[in-house]
């Protein structure tokens, strides 16, 4: 019994180091856009999945800055009271946690008029990889997907990879609680 929730503890320990290495991602703010007035950042962080370890640089002109605020004084483009200030040019901040951020330029009227404003919702890791939460990105492509039901499989190809994923959390799920 000891021997077997050890080996699940270091099975444990070895999937969180794996996941903890594997996907550090380095997003510039507004991607070719950088951080400046004009630019429709829900646009930019649409479709995208922000995990924990990442990290978000800002990068702009030196007449900009970035401050973290609260989701209130996002909302109302205050930069009155913020959580931390930076200034220039280029300011990067790794993503620790679990949890939404609220950034904008404190620059008179870049986040009211110039939407200067982006908020980052960062997910574990767990939850940007599980297949159960959400279908993955490609699920509504028609393109190769339709070919290949067409050529071959009748049509259950796809499906026998829900139930394997499915079986993969469960084990995950056991380890995890037989280490607790
Ligand atoms: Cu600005």
Not at 153 to 164: D, I
Not at 166 to 175: D, E, Q
Request: proline share 7%; with cysteine; hydrophobic share 45%.
């Amino acid at each position: 019994m000891k021997k077997a929730s050890s080996g699940a503890l270091l099975a444990a320990v070895a999937f969180t180091a794996l996941a903890a290495t594997a996907v550090a991602t380095n997003y510039t703010v507004g991607g070719s856009d950088l951080w400046d007035t004009y630019i429709d950042y829900d646009k930019w962080t649409a479709g995208k999945t922000f995990v924990v370890g990442d990290t978000l640089e800002f990068k702009y002109m030196p007449y900009h800055n970035v401050l973290e605020v609260t989701e209130e004084d996002y909302a109302a483009c205050n930069p009155g009271s913020p959580i931390s200030t930076h200034s220039g040019g280029d300011t990067a901040f790794e993503l620790t946690a679990e949890g939404t951020r609220y950034f904008i330029c404190g620059i008179p009227r870049h986040c009211l008029n110039g939407t200067m404003h982006v908020k980052i919702t960062t997910v574990p890791y767990g939850a940007a990889q599980a297949p159960l939460n959400a279908p993955p990105a490609d699920a509504f492509a028609p393109g190769p997907a339709a070919g290949n039901s067409a050529v071959g499989a009748p049509s259950g190809a796809p499906r026998y990879q829900q139930p394997a994923a499915a079986v993969a959390g469960l084990a995950i799920a056991a380890l995890v609680a037989l280490v607790a």
